[in-house]
């Protein structure tokens, strides 16, 4: 049951994710793109990777969603967002790595 709702929740992630870095890209040339994070962005330029910025825009903004919500429900909204942070952590050593080499 863990393993259906854990890769439930990533598969709707990644189709959010998806979806809306399209949008953002589309929207905005990478030079035009503005950071949702610039504490974060002073250590990774914005424009390198413009794909990996927008997912990890959006998992930021998943996980404050998160946090807002008013329920608890069952322990699955506290999973979640354990399951974002781990996909943030991802993103951000992607991109660090992709930086450096």
């Known amino acids: 049951m863990k393993n ?12 959010l ?3 809306f870095s399209f ?3 589309s929207n ?3 030079a035009q793109a503005q950071p ?9 330029a914005w424009g390198n990777h413009p794909e990996m910025d927008a997912a990890l ?5 998943a996980r404050e969603h998160l946090e807002k919500a008013a329920h608890d429900f ?3 909204r506290v999973k979640a967002i354990e399951y974002t942070d781990k996909a943030i952590k991802e993103v951000r050593e992607g991109i660090n790595f992709a930086d450096n080499h």
């Not at 259906?4 to 189709?15: D, I, K, N, P, Q």
């Open 74 to 76: 069952n322990g699955h």
């Open 17 to 19: 994710v998806t979806a």
């Open 57 to 61: 825009n959006l998992l930021i903004k």
């Open 36 to 44: 949702f994070i610039p504490g974060y962005y002073q250590q990774v």
């Open 23 to 25: 949008n953002l890209v």
């Open 28 to 30: 905005q040339s990478s």
């Open 4 to 15: 259906f709702l854990f890769g439930l929740f990533l598969g709707a992630a990644l189709m």
